[in-house]
């Protein structure tokens, strides 16, 4: 009978050895799946693990395992332990499912696309207003001529400003435009007469021969490559094949002769005949202002010949 009980208990000792290293192993597995977000998954694996007598039981979990010498115990043990890690397994599964599926349903894509921005683009998953005509006339091509609001720098910069856009010739943003019927601010010579029903700058004795009128223009921070000038010049009195020339920031962009000999009616005064030539000019320009500067190589005096500025309009893109 002693020799039985001695066996009986060697034989035992194993099955504690490997009921508690499965144990441990279960709890540890079970807490390294906790950071999934899921209830189910942290109450199936949370707690700590003690030992009485022999009972191994792991706190906060609801599997227990009870060892004895008896046969039939430890494969009830094992079947117990079994059950509870596929549970556990399938808890942690479809913990792991639910938090997939609620990641992608919350994945929908951008919040916004230029098309969905009336009169602006989509910058930052935000409906926006364009940094320039040019740009805005890329994102809604459709746009007509009008006045828009753009933001040359986005949010927490420069206020964003309205300016005048040409959209039918691809998007030009219009910074100065002056007709003269009022003021003349910012050029070098400002007097303002009357030549026929408008007010121009500059016309009879008032520009010509050593009388020539420069301006500069803000561009306000717009990015552009290219620079376009437009507006009338007035021919005033008795040119004879000489030359009204334009410059941009000191380089020649455009020159045209004239001659009043056979052409045109008195409209600025005096006793020669005047005439109102159309301007208009494209140049490379990138920087952030700009300077126009209108002569006329006249050999006379202004009572003789003269020239005057209308309409004029500066745009970059």
């Known amino acids: 009978m002693r020799l039985l009980s001695l066996v009986s208990l060697v034989s035992t000792l194993p099955i504690v050895l490997f009921v508690g290293t499965a144990c441990a192993v279960f709890v540890e597995g079970g807490s390294?799946?906790?950071?999934l977000g899921s209830s189910a998954t942290e109450s199936s694996s949370t707690g700590e693990?003690?030992?009485t007598g022999g009972t191994v039981t792991s706190v906060g979990s609801s599997s227990t395992a009870t060892v004895s010498s008896d046969s039939g115990s430890e494969s009830s043990t094992t079947s117990t332990m079994s059950s509870s890690t596929s549970s556990t397994t399938s808890s942690t599964t479809s913990s792991t499912t639910n938090s997939t599926t609620e990641g992608s349903s919350s994945t929908t894509g951008p919040a916004c696309v230029d098309s969905e921005c009336e009169l602006g683009i989509c910058l930052n998953d935000v409906?926006?207003?364009a940094a320039s005509c040019l740009e805005l006339h890329g994102a809604h091509a459709d746009l007509?001529?009008?006045t828009y609001m753009i933001d040359v720098d986005g949010a927490g910069g420069v206020d964003a400003f309205e300016v005048?856009?040409?959209m039918d010739e691809g998007g030009w943003s219009c910074v100065y435009f002056n007709d003269f019927e009022s003021e003349s601010e910012g050029w070098s010579k400002g007097n303002i007469t009357t030549c026929g029903d408008n007010q121009i700058l500059g016309g009879y004795k008032e520009l010509g021969k050593n009388k020539p009128v420069d301006r500069s223009f803000d561009l306000y921070g717009i990015v552009h490559t290219e620079l376009r000038a437009s507006g009338e010049v007035y021919?005033?009195?008795?040119?004879?094949?000489e030359q009204m020339r334009i410059e941009l920031?000191?380089?020649g962009v455009w020159a045209e002769k004239f001659d009043l000999k056979n052409a045109g009616s008195?409209?600025?005064g005096g006793p020669f005949k005047d005439s109102i030539e159309a301007f208009s000019l494209v140049a490379d320009h990138e920087a952030g202002d700009a300077t126009l500067f209108f002569v006329a190589n006249l050999n006379e005096s202004t009572m003789n010949e003269s020239f005057g500025l209308d309409n004029i309009r500066v745009c970059i893109k």
């Open 235 to 241: 021919i005033v009195d008795s040119w004879d094949d």
């Open 249 to 251: 920031d000191g380089d």
């Open 32 to 35: 390294n799946s906790a950071g």
């Open 127 to 129: 409906c926006a207003p």
């Open 266 to 268: 008195n409209l600025c």
């Open 144 to 146: 007509g001529d009008g």
């Open 164 to 166: 005048e856009c040409d």
């Open 49 to 51: 693990t003690g030992e």
